[in-house]
């Protein structure tokens, strides 16, 4: 039942949001925080089972089940483990930031924006809980609808262009997901004769290699196309850009971790085979991405469209990550979602508070800001670092436990990979010393941080420390809930 | 003919019948709400009468017509359709100046020869009933006498529409002089004493099928399409999207599977042919259009294409499973594009058709909930999830796994990403800000509660679609077994 609040607080919220801002346009933003706390408050419940869990034969806790469209053997059925809870956690904690990123920045139809909002992120708890593939299409499909609006209405110069783009590239790739779906479920109704398309049933269906193949790379393209990876990533650069600031926070921090969760969810358990001869393509993939979108975001200069391809950087760990599929890779990948969620966000929230300010995001417009803002300008410093990954900090964690997974597995392609660490403090000190440092030319006076985006960008900076100084705690919470997913691939 | 038989066919006689009170009332005293008042009260009689002739079914009502469920179900649902387009257009003609009063009564006889359609087993109810349709819409489309477009639109479906009916007049001479058959069960019975394909008769269903083609608009027999559905009155364009080619569709199908027709394979390449181009030519030429009516015209051709990928599924599959997707798929096609052309329709008065997409601009912002009720028929009609239209795309595409079809499944794929783009483009134009121009817009409150009723339908069968499945299983599996 918890399990269904919290998708259902958030949508109710939304609706609430929108009919106050048709009252007064103040009051949305207000609801929405009230939402995200009672959702805050909710999740501690989840958490307590955590630590009962030890004795449970599954990593599963919580379970909310209701038949749906008995004609197909679709049901309503949510259910949770150690990860989703730990991704679930991420999106109302960005959440929060997102709406305080949105608070002074957007001033028209609040009730419409804070609407969007919310469903988004609605829709996104519902995916990392969703075990019934068609529900899991369609929240997968329901989040993109309010960010398609959230960039369109509220975005910058460019953003018709931006969120067509958006929206074609995840609608076409997840019609292909469908049809995978579509086509698993009938193989799996030939073998035993009824419809279902629950996630503990369909991981047993007995596949022809080729039959698996097909399958596989329908789900694969979806994600990683909402991951993105490299020849699928052109979207995102475009939606962040033009996107408006608790839009490009949630993009970044919790829409692309709907991918990797995808991938970790799906992929390899239902196809573990054919996941494992296309491991070292897929690894490929993710260290070229790794690589290539290093040096693309070294040629940036927009401020919003290098964090984008930071973005995309990251996220090859998470593809190389899940591909290597032991222990160590796993659970790297995890805390590379959440550590990067969390950098990310922070990254994105600086350059929409610099734009308002200085109504630019051009790198070479902004020169010696040190000197005019220092307080907003070490916290840059400090999440330019945890970017490229200082130890210490969550990132650098999320790398090394991706790198050390994987090299057992490809020795050559972690190589290549683990070559951004040479490439990643090229583009983050890059952009501090073109941004921050050197005479400041054109800027007078610039308001710092108010109170509102230093207890922002606090609580962001101490869960990134958090994270990186003691990553045991989160890694028990998943560790369950991975190695349960490693033993169902075994099988 | 016995008293069951006559019974049977009381939704039929009901239409007629009011089309009849409707000319008499004309005649007595010429007014627009008594003439759509009867016509409504009618569809409604009409409607309760199949209600009551449901449990009968099926009755064989004299060789030509067939009264089972499936009849029943679309007769039921292509009423439906009438009535409010009926309801839109009360809104749409009321303020014209001129005679308004004969628009019921031909929304009536186009009802009459639909329900006909739907329910033939006879190639010569099927002839009656397709020209029954296509004469009224004839007089439909030019109905605002003065408009150079709705003339144009009249002319060219009806000189396109006479020439479609020469070759499927023609296309039946050849099954006939083949089989000496004109009943559909005798046509099988034919196609099942014979091994070989038959040329003539092979030859003969093309025929058919190209004027078929012309009524479901399939490419590559569209061209007339978007001129017609420009020039047309709204709620009549959203008439034609849906009853006309409604009603073709369902008697397509009746035709191929109570002939078993499935057994001319090479049928299927042409149709596929024809599914790919439709799907990908239809959305191909929406994306650069900049008006409304011509878009949902082009949408029209892909969403038939779609259909028609469902019914070639028949041909590997048994032909039952088939109905059911079709079933609803064109249930899902009904709301959602009456739904459309009721907004544009809302819009749009006689004098000026809002079909410039500039016209919309900002319309979010002016009329939100008209705004939100088309952004979620265009979405429905994108097929995104929380609408009627992905529940029915989902029907499509297990429809179609089953039969293996994944050379089209790819095009549906690939067409439904073009689609998106200019259904997109619509909404992005409606979230423009735009100054507000007070326009003195009448209170349409007919309209509105037909596109409340709409958008709830719409949201509810996408959400909860199992009780109308339920339905739809019954009628495919009783209906056609």
């Given at each position: 039942?918890?399990?269904?609040?919290?998708?259902?607080?958030?949508?109710?919220?939304?609706?609430?949001?929108?009919?106050?801002?048709?009252?007064?346009?103040?009051?949305?933003?207000?609801?929405?925080?009230?939402?995200?706390?009672?959702?805050?408050?909710?999740?501690?419940?989840?958490?307590?089972?955590?630590?009962?869990?030890?004795?449970?034969?599954?990593?599963?806790?919580?379970?909310?089940?209701?038949?749906?469209?008995?004609?197909?053997?679709?049901?309503?059925?949510?259910?949770?483990?150690?990860?989703?809870?730990?991704?679930?956690?991420?999106?109302?904690v960005l959440g929060f930031i997102a709406v305080s990123s949105s608070w002074a920045e957007i001033k028209h139809r609040q009730g419409f924006f804070y609407f969007n909002l919310l469903s988004c992120l609605a829709g996104t708890v519902g995916v990392f809980m969703a075990i019934d593939l068609f529900l899991f299409f369609f929240f997968w499909e329901l989040m993109i609808i309010p960010m398609y609006f959230l960039i369109s209405i509220w975005g910058h110069e460019d953003r018709t262009y931006a969120a067509i783009k958006f929206f074609i590239f995840t609608q076409v790739s997840s019609l292909l997901m469908l049809l995978a779906i579509v086509a698993l479920v009938l193989i799996h109704r030939e073998a035993t004769g009824v419809y279902s398309f629950g996630y503990?049933?369909?991981?047993?269906?007995?596949?022809?290699?080729?039959?698996?193949?097909?399958?596989?790379?329908?789900?694969?393209?979806?994600?990683?196309?909402?991951?993105?990876?490299?020849?699928?990533?052109?979207?995102?650069?475009?939606?962040?850009?033009?996107?408006?600031?608790?839009?490009?926070?949630?993009?970044?921090?919790?829409?692309?971790?709907?991918?990797?969760?995808?991938?970790?969810?799906?992929?390899?358990?239902?196809?573990?085979?054919?996941?494992?001869?296309?491991?070292?393509?897929?690894?490929?993939?993710?260290?070229?991405?790794?690589?290539?979108?290093?040096?693309?975001?070294?040629?940036?200069?927009?401020?919003?469209?290098?964090?984008?391809?930071?973005?995309?950087?990251?996220?090859?760990?998470?593809?190389?990550?899940?591909?290597?599929?032991?222990?160590?890779?796993?659970?790297?990948?995890?805390?590379?979602?959440?550590?990067?969620?969390?950098?990310?966000?922070?990254?994105?929230?600086?350059?929409?508070?610099?734009?308002?300010?200085?109504?630019?995001?051009?790198?070479?417009?902004?020169g010696g800001l040190w000197s005019v803002v220092p307080g907003l300008s070490a916290v840059t410093l400090f999440f330019a670092l945890a970017s490229l990954g200082l130890p210490g900090l969550g990132n650098f964690i999320g790398e090394f436990l991706v790198l050390q997974g994987a090299f057992g597995v490809n020795r050559i392609l972690t190589a290549a990979a683990a070559l951004v660490l040479v490439l990643s403090p090229l583009y983050a000190l890059g952009m501090m010393q073109k941004g921050f440092y050197g005479p400041c030319s054109r800027h007078d006076f610039l308001p710092g941080f108010n109170r509102r985006e230093w207890a922002t960008l606090g609580l962001l900076v101490f869960i990134s420390v958090w994270l990186g100084l003691s990553p045991q705690a989160?890694?028990?919470?998943?560790?369950?809930?991975?190695?349960?997913?490693?033993?169902?691939?075994?099988? | 003919?016995?008293?069951?038989?006559?019974?049977?066919?009381?939704?039929?006689?009901?239409?007629?019948?009011?089309?009849?009170?409707?000319?008499?009332?004309?005649?007595?005293?010429?007014?627009?709400?008594?003439?759509?008042?009867?016509?409504?009260?009618?569809?409604?009689?009409?409607?309760?009468?199949?209600?009551?002739?449901?449990?009968?079914?099926?009755?064989?009502?004299?060789?030509?017509?067939?009264?089972?469920?499936?009849?029943?179900?679309?007769?039921?649902?292509?009423?439906?359709?009438?009535?409010?387009?009926?309801?839109?257009?009360?809104?749409?003609?009321?303020?014209?100046?001129?005679?308004?009063?004969?628009?019921?009564?031909?929304?009536?006889?186009?009802?009459?020869?639909?329900?006909?359609?739907?329910?033939?087993?006879?190639?010569?109810?099927?002839?009656?009933?397709?020209?029954?349709?296509?004469?009224?819409?004839?007089?439909?489309?030019?109905?605002?006498?003065?408009?150079?477009?709705?003339?144009?639109?009249?002319?060219?479906?009806?000189?396109?529409?006479?020439?479609?009916?020469?070759?499927?007049?023609?296309?039946?001479?050849?099954?006939?002089?083949?089989?000496?058959?004109?009943?559909?069960?005798?046509?099988?019975?034919?196609?099942?004493?014979?091994?070989?394909?038959?040329?003539?008769?092979?030859?003969?269903?093309?025929?058919?099928?190209?004027?078929?083609?012309?009524?479901?608009?399939?490419?590559?027999?569209?061209?007339?399409?978007?001129?017609?559905?420009?020039?047309?009155?709204?709620?009549?364009?959203?008439?034609?999207?849906?009853?006309?080619?409604?009603?073709?569709?369902?008697?397509?199908?009746?035709?191929?599977?109570?002939?078993?027709?499935?057994?001319?394979?090479?049928?299927?390449?042409?149709?596929?042919?024809?599914?790919?181009?439709?799907?990908?030519?239809?959305?191909?030429?929406?994306?650069?259009?900049?008006?409304?009516?011509?878009?949902?015209?082009?949408?029209?051709?892909?969403?038939?294409?779609?259909?028609?990928?469902?019914?070639?599924?028949?041909?590997?599959?048994?032909?039952?499973?088939?109905?059911?997707?079709?079933?609803?798929?064109?249930?899902?096609?009904?709301?959602?594009?009456?739904?459309?052309?009721?907004?544009?329709?809302?819009?749009?008065?006689?004098?000026?058709?809002?079909?410039?997409?500039?016209?919309?601009?900002?319309?979010?912002?002016?009329?939100?909930?008209?705004?939100?009720?088309?952004?979620?028929?265009?979405?429905?009609?994108?097929?995104?999830?929380?609408?009627?239209?992905?529940?029915?795309?989902?029907?499509?595409?297990?429809?179609?796994?089953?039969?293996?079809?994944?050379?089209?499944?790819?095009?549906?794929?690939?067409?439904?990403?073009?689609?998106?783009?200019?259904?997109?483009?619509?909404?992005?134009?409606?979230?423009?800000?735009?100054?507000?121009?007070?326009?003195?817009?009448?209170?349409?409150?007919?309209?509105?509660?037909?596109?409340?009723?709409?958008?709830?339908?719409?949201?509810?069968?996408?959400?909860?679609?199992?009780?109308?499945?339920?339905?739809?299983?019954?009628?495919?599996?009783?209906?056609?077994?």
């Amino acid at each position: 039942m918890i399990l269904f609040l919290l998708i259902c607080l958030l949508q109710l919220g939304a609706f609430i949001a929108w009919f106050f801002g048709c009252w007064r346009p103040g009051a949305p933003r207000w609801v929405a925080i009230v939402v995200l706390t009672l959702e805050a408050l909710l999740l501690i419940f989840p958490y307590r089972a955590v630590e009962s869990i030890g004795s449970l034969p599954s990593a599963w806790f919580g379970y909310f089940y209701v038949p749906w469209i008995p004609r197909f053997g679709i049901e309503f059925y949510l259910a949770m483990d150690g990860f989703s809870l730990l991704l679930i956690t991420l999106t109302v904690v960005l959440g929060f930031i997102a709406v305080s990123s949105s608070w002074a920045e957007i001033k028209h139809r609040q009730g419409f924006f804070y609407f969007n909002l919310l469903s988004c992120l609605a829709g996104t708890v519902g995916v990392f809980m969703a075990i019934d593939l068609f529900l899991f299409f369609f929240f997968w499909e329901l989040m993109i609808i309010p960010m398609y609006f959230l960039i369109s209405i509220w975005g910058h110069e460019d953003r018709t262009y931006a969120a067509i783009k958006f929206f074609i590239f995840t609608q076409v790739s997840s019609l292909l997901m469908l049809l995978a779906i579509v086509a698993l479920v009938l193989i799996h109704r030939e073998a035993t004769g009824v419809y279902s398309f629950g996630y503990f049933e369909l991981l047993n269906t007995g596949l022809s290699p080729e039959a698996a193949f097909w399958l596989m790379l329908g789900f694969f393209i979806a994600f990683t196309v909402k991951l993105p990876a490299l020849p699928f990533h052109t979207w995102l650069p475009d939606a962040h850009t033009q996107a408006p600031t608790g839009g490009s926070v949630i993009l970044a921090g919790v829409m692309l971790k709907t991918g990797a969760y995808g991938l970790l969810r799906f992929v390899v358990p239902l196809f573990p085979d054919a996941a494992h001869q296309f491991a070292p393509v897929a690894m490929a993939m993710g260290a070229i991405g790794v690589l290539y979108a290093a040096v693309m975001a070294f040629a940036q200069s927009d401020l919003k469209r290098l964090i984008a391809y930071t973005s995309v950087s990251h996220m090859g760990f998470i593809l190389i990550g899940v591909f290597s599929w032991n222990g160590a890779a796993l659970q790297g990948a995890v805390i590379t979602m959440l550590a990067h969620g969390v950098s990310a966000a922070a990254l994105f929230m600086i350059a929409g508070i610099l734009q308002k300010r200085l109504h630019t995001r051009e790198i070479g417009n902004m020169g010696g800001l040190w000197s005019v803002v220092p307080g907003l300008s070490a916290v840059t410093l400090f999440f330019a670092l945890a970017s490229l990954g200082l130890p210490g900090l969550g990132n650098f964690i999320g790398e090394f436990l991706v790198l050390q997974g994987a090299f057992g597995v490809n020795r050559i392609l972690t190589a290549a990979a683990a070559l951004v660490l040479v490439l990643s403090p090229l583009y983050a000190l890059g952009m501090m010393q073109k941004g921050f440092y050197g005479p400041c030319s054109r800027h007078d006076f610039l308001p710092g941080f108010n109170r509102r985006e230093w207890a922002t960008l606090g609580l962001l900076v101490f869960i990134s420390v958090w994270l990186g100084l003691s990553p045991q705690a989160v890694l028990n919470v998943s560790a369950p809930a991975m190695q349960s997913a490693m033993e169902v691939a075994e099988r | 003919m016995n008293i069951n038989q006559f019974i049977a066919l009381a939704p039929l006689t009901a239409l007629a019948g009011t089309a009849i009170a409707v000319m008499i009332g004309i005649a007595a005293w010429r007014n627009f709400v008594l003439s759509c008042a009867i016509a409504a009260v009618g569809i409604v009689l009409s409607l309760a009468a199949l209600g009551s002739v449901w449990p009968g079914t099926p009755v064989q009502a004299s060789p030509l017509m067939l009264i089972d469920v499936y009849a029943l179900f679309y007769i039921a649902l292509l009423l439906s359709a009438g009535l409010a387009v009926l309801g839109f257009c009360y809104d749409y003609f009321k303020d014209r100046d001129g005679e308004n009063e004969e628009l019921p009564l031909l929304l009536l006889t186009a009802l009459l020869g639909a329900s006909v359609l739907a329910a033939s087993t006879h190639f010569a109810s099927f002839f009656i009933g397709l020209e029954l349709l296509s004469i009224s819409l004839f007089v439909l489309i030019g109905y605002p006498l003065n408009q150079a477009q709705a003339l144009e639109a009249a002319i060219k479906y009806l000189i396109l529409s006479g020439v479609s009916s020469a070759f499927l007049l023609m296309g039946i001479a050849l099954i006939y002089a083949q089989s000496g058959e004109l009943y559909f069960r005798g046509i099988e019975g034919y196609i099942a004493s014979r091994d070989d394909i038959n040329a003539m008769v092979f030859s003969g269903v093309l025929l058919v099928m190209a004027g078929l083609g012309f009524k479901l608009s399939l490419i590559p027999f569209h061209l007339w399409t978007p001129d017609v559905y420009q020039g047309a009155p709204a709620p009549i364009s959203g008439f034609i999207a849906t009853v006309s080619k409604g009603a073709v569709f369902v008697l397509l199908l009746r035709y191929f599977v109570s002939t078993d027709s499935y057994a001319y394979t090479p049928l299927l390449n042409v149709f596929s042919v024809m599914a790919a181009l439709s799907i990908l030519g239809g959305n191909l030429l929406a994306l650069l259009q900049n008006n409304v009516k011509r878009l949902l015209a082009y949408s029209s051709i892909a969403h038939m294409g779609y259909l028609l990928v469902a019914f070639i599924a028949g041909g590997s599959v048994s032909s039952v499973l088939i109905v059911e997707p079709v079933a609803f798929y064109l249930l899902a096609y009904f709301i959602t594009t009456i739904g459309a052309f009721g907004v544009v329709s809302v819009l749009s008065s006689p004098q000026a058709e809002a079909d410039d997409l500039a016209f919309y601009r900002g319309l979010f912002w002016r009329r939100p909930w008209l705004a939100a009720i088309f952004t979620l028929m265009l979405l429905s009609l994108a097929g995104i999830p929380l609408t009627v239209g992905f529940i029915g795309k989902f029907y499509i595409f297990t429809g179609a796994a089953d039969g293996g079809l994944w050379g089209l499944l790819l095009a549906v794929i690939v067409g439904s990403g073009l689609g998106l783009y200019y259904y997109l483009r619509i909404i992005v134009v409606m979230s423009m800000d735009a100054e507000t121009v007070k326009t003195g817009f009448t209170q349409d409150w007919l309209s509105n509660v037909l596109l409340t009723v709409l958008t709830i339908l719409l949201v509810w069968l996408g959400i909860y679609p199992s009780l109308l499945v339920n339905i739809i299983q019954s009628v495919s599996y009783d209906g056609m077994a």
